[in-house]
């Protein structure tokens, strides 16, 4: 009986860690600069600022690794991703997320769980005015353990620097019809996960010297299981520039609320090129 | 429904953020677009750092001192001096520059206001920086023949041009521009330990492409770099004595690298003036806090044309011999063991024939000997005291007034040249032939060749 409930859960649980995986794709543009001071979605948290990766530049994602573990499953990840910056102030970007998730009782799968491509568009630079930006993404259905059906989102960022610490300020609207009656069908996740909205604020606190910085953030989402309330998370994390071209990241984080509750560590480096032509003169 | 509100929501919040409680016409007027740009992929990327440790990193160490110095002016207006001349330089001197920084610093987290009140003029100074450093990296490649530095050099020029809304014109800007605007002198007298100290940086920063230019295989060029750097650490041991007098411009203290890659020595010694006219700007409380973007913005523009305060590239040359190498710091290469003994008082500011570039007289301080003796100018006072140096006879009486006030320039002038310790950046005066100089007693023990520098100093802390 006992072991019967646990698969259950642990199917259930299935996209549910998947969509885990894919948080830091769908939730906002996914990480893509290498420098540790330009803060990106999933290295280490969610919430992330108003900047793309600087014009001309490639950003590799070589190991973005996640490990998730909601209702006593373990879910891991790893989503390679490449950004660009392809214009002033905007950036493309194309992610690929695998995703492992043991299913309990020896059973696992494996695979990519869905594409993911985005923009990001950086408004102005800041000045008293905060820095602002607006991002697109979109999550196709790809991959044996892909979403079902294209997944569009938006998103409004502001970020405004004291000399004491940044703060930063994400808004995501996702599109689609995807409420459901049963939370069992989306798994349970967290707000951040398959959320018909979520907002988020962090902050960060930047020791120049040592190219180093400290953040932690606060993020709500609306589940988009009926009648399901508010669901908050939080999380906390580093990003060091161990040299000019490479950056890692560390952080844990924290489901409060919500029947996902449950926490996820994930760790991160970065690669830094330039486009190799150079521009037209 | 549900999804209506929420759009609406993130629309209005964005738009209170942005807006906060800024008028129209102040929200344009802070509405800034510029945009960070990649460093030219290349081979050589980053060739410097790996044969030049401790050198590339005191380069970081430099970037904390700019950025700390227009934070500390900006927030700080009503500091007292020792806040950066004891406190920060202190700080600088003794721990940054000591233990400098692993990795090119993120400025924006320690130049924090400064950042947001003129975000374009720093844009300008990182892209003017990357030229800086992906030249160094050309320069330090063993494996790049000098046929192929010189072509790489160019590309990287091409790439820095390619950024007309930041690049510093490519042609040579009179020092009015620089020293005799309404703001200006106010950061070098204010600070001058500070102000020598940034004038030390920039010493290094066109000096040492000099030993990489000259050093004719990879073992004289880590020596003829480990070496410069220690004549850096030299200059910071008696402050602000021993610190630059003059702005160090690049055809005086680099000769060859400016002979040969005439545009980027021209753009750098634009860059370093900008420098110098943010700091005039940030100190000078007769700029009122509300124009100093507009003041910063306008400079900005006058370094990027290429019609404002132009003068021919010949009388750059020409001027930066008479402002007298000497005065700067010495040249970057062969120079003697003791630091050249300068020839005008700290900071004093020159006037040039802008078509020539030849000395014309005082407009700040005075010459305290040597080769321009022949300069006298109507307010001198002071009978020089020394006949050491190259600009004996030029004297004005310090100024505590804006510059703008004391125009000495048409003075009476016998102008003989100053003339540069290094013959390979003896580019003759157009009209006048360089002066005598008193002959050093002999030339520093040139360095061993040895191991890589790895230290970025040398025995010569403060």
């Given at each position: 009986m006992l072991h019967q409930a646990r698969a259950t859960t642990t199917r259930a649980l299935l996209p549910a860690a998947l969509s885990l995986l894919v948080l830091p794709a769908v939730a906002s543009r996914a990480a893509a600069q290498t420098d540790y001071y330009n803060t990106d979605a999933?290295?280490?948290?969610?919430v992330e600022d108003a900047y793309p990766v600087e014009r001309r530049a490639v950003e590799l994602q070589i190991a973005p690794l996640r490990l998730d573990r909601t209702g006593g499953v373990y879910g891991w990840g790893i989503e390679p991703e490449i950004a660009v910056g392809i214009l002033p102030r905007t950036q493309l970007e194309v992610a690929f997320p695998l995703a492992y998730v043991d299913l309990g009782a020896g059973r696992r799968r494996t695979g990519l769980a869905g594409v993911e491509v985005g923009a990001l568009h950086n408004l102005n630079v800041e000045t008293r005015i905060p820095a602002l930006a607006v991002a697109a993404e979109l999550l196709i259905p790809a991959g044996g353990l892909g979403p079902d059906e294209l997944r569009p989102s938006l998103k409004a960022i502001a970020t405004k620097t004291f000399p004491w610490a940044r703060v930063h300020v994400n808004g995501t609207y996702h599109f689609g019809d995807r409420s459901v009656d049963d939370p069992v069908d989306v798994g349970g996740h967290a707000a951040s996960d398959l959320a018909s909205w979520e907002a988020g604020v962090a902050v960060d606190r930047t020791f120049p010297l040592q190219s180093f910085l400290l953040t932690a953030e606060l993020v709500a989402g609306r589940p988009v299981v009926d009648g399901a309330e508010v669901e908050w998370s939080t999380a906390a994390g580093t990003r060091y520039q161990l040299s000019p071209r490479v950056a890692l990241d560390g952080g844990a984080g924290y489901r409060l609320t919500g029947i996902a509750e449950g926490w996820y560590v994930t760790f991160g480096a970065a690669l830094s090129l330039g486009l190799p032509w150079t521009p037209r003169r | 429904m549900k999804r209506s509100r929420a759009v609406t929501i993130l629309a209005a919040a964005l738009v209170a953020a942005g807006a906060g409680a800024l008028a129209p016409r102040a929200l344009v007027a802070q509405w800034s677009r510029t945009y960070d740009q990649f460093y030219l992929q290349a081979p050589h990327n980053w060739e410097f750092r790996n044969r030049y440790v401790g050198a590339d990193r005191l380069f970081n160490a430099f970037d904390y001192g700019h950025a700390i110095l227009y934070e500390t002016l900006w927030t700080k207006p009503s500091a007292p001096p020792a806040e950066l001349e004891e406190k920060e330089y202190d700080y600088l001197t003794r721990t940054v520059l000591v233990r400098p920084p692993r990795v090119p610093l993120e400025e924006g987290a320690i130049e924090v206001r400064y950042a947001q009140l003129a975000p374009e003029a720093k844009a300008m100074f990182e892209w003017a920086h990357i030229l800086h450093r992906q030249v160094y990296d050309v320069l330090a490649d063993?494996?790049?023949s000098q046929p192929r530095k010189d072509a790489e050099i160019a590309r990287l020029l091409a790439y820095y041009r390619s950024r007309p809304d930041l690049a510093f014109s490519s042609r040579p800007k009179s020092m009015k521009l620089m020293q005799e605007q309404p703001y200006s002198l106010a950061f070098r007298r204010k600070y001058p330990k500070f102000n020598g100290l940034i004038w030390a940086y920039h010493w290094m920063q066109v000096g040492l492409y000099e030993p990489l230019l000259v050093g004719a295989d990879g073992d004289e060029r880590q020596a003829g770099v480990r070496a410069t750097v220690a004549r850096f650490w030299q200059?910071?041991?008696?402050p602000p004595r021993s610190?630059?007098?003059?702005?160090?411009m690049t055809a005086a203290v680099a000769p060859r690298f400016a002979e040969r890659y005439e545009e980027a020595a021209i753009v750098f010694d634009n860059l370093h003036s900008m420098h110098d006219v943010i700091s005039d700007i940030l100190a000078n409380h007769d700029v009122p806090r509300d124009r100093k973007r507009a003041e910063i913005l306008r400079a900005a523009r006058l370094f990027r044309d290429d019609s404002s305060y132009v003068m021919p590239v010949a009388a750059w040359r020409a001027m930066a011999r008479h402002m007298g190498v000497e005065n700067m710091g010495g040249p970057a290469v062969g120079f003697l063991t003791a630091l050249p003994t300068p020839t005008v008082t700290y900071g004093a500011v020159m006037t040039h024939d802008d078509r020539t570039g030849e000395m014309t007289g005082f407009r700040y301080g005075e010459a305290t000997g040597g080769a321009h003796s022949a300069h006298d100018s109507s307010a001198a006072t002071t009978p020089s005291d020394s006949a050491s140096g190259g600009h004996e006879g030029h004297r004005a009486e310090p100024s505590a007034v804006p510059a703008t006030d004391r125009d000495t320039t048409h003075a009476a002038h016998g102008a003989r040249s100053a003339k540069p310790a290094r013959a390979a950046g003896r580019a003759a005066s157009p009209k006048r032939r360089p002066a005598a100089r008193p002959t050093p007693p002999r030339a520093a023990p040139a360095p061993r060749p040895a191991a890589r520098d790895t230290t970025g100093h040398h025995g010569h802390h403060p």
């Open positions: 999933g290295r280490p948290i969610s | 063993e494996g790049l200059m910071l041991g008696d610190l630059p007098h003059q702005m160090p």
